[in-house]
């Protein structure tokens, strides 16, 4: 389950490409990789890659969240507390950018 980035289901798009495609008689195509290559593309554009937003931004949230607490109990005169927020708070936005690096590489496009 994609948790930062949303995508449509490949199966049917697919599925309706290489129905149409096994159709065809390829004796009457001339140039197979041309008509492979624009019915790749043709697949490609009807596929849809978006960010989703809410859960992006609560998690940048609770990132700053983290970081005013660290910041805060620091000024407080409590070390060893914002101490431990701080380590939450990198470890908590190194997991975030690596999930969304990760599902936008895996993502169609």
């Known amino acids: 389950m994609a948790i930062f980035v949303r995508s449509d289901n490949l199966t049917p798009v697919i599925t309706n490409a290489l129905r149409s495609a096994l159709s065809l008689n390829p004796a009457t195509i001339a140039d197979t990789q041309g008509e492979a290559d624009s019915r790749a593309a043709k697949v490609v554009q009807q596929l849809t890659t978006e960010i989703a937003w809410p859960r992006l931004l609560i998690a940048v949230g609770i990132a700053f969240l983290l970081l ?36 936008v590489a895996t993502s169609k496009r």
């Open 68 to 103: 005013g607490v660290a910041i805060w109990t620091a000024q407080a005169n409590m070390p060893d507390i914002s101490k431990g927020l701080m380590t939450s708070f990198q470890s908590f936005s190194g997991l975030v950018v690596g999930i969304l690096g990760g599902e």
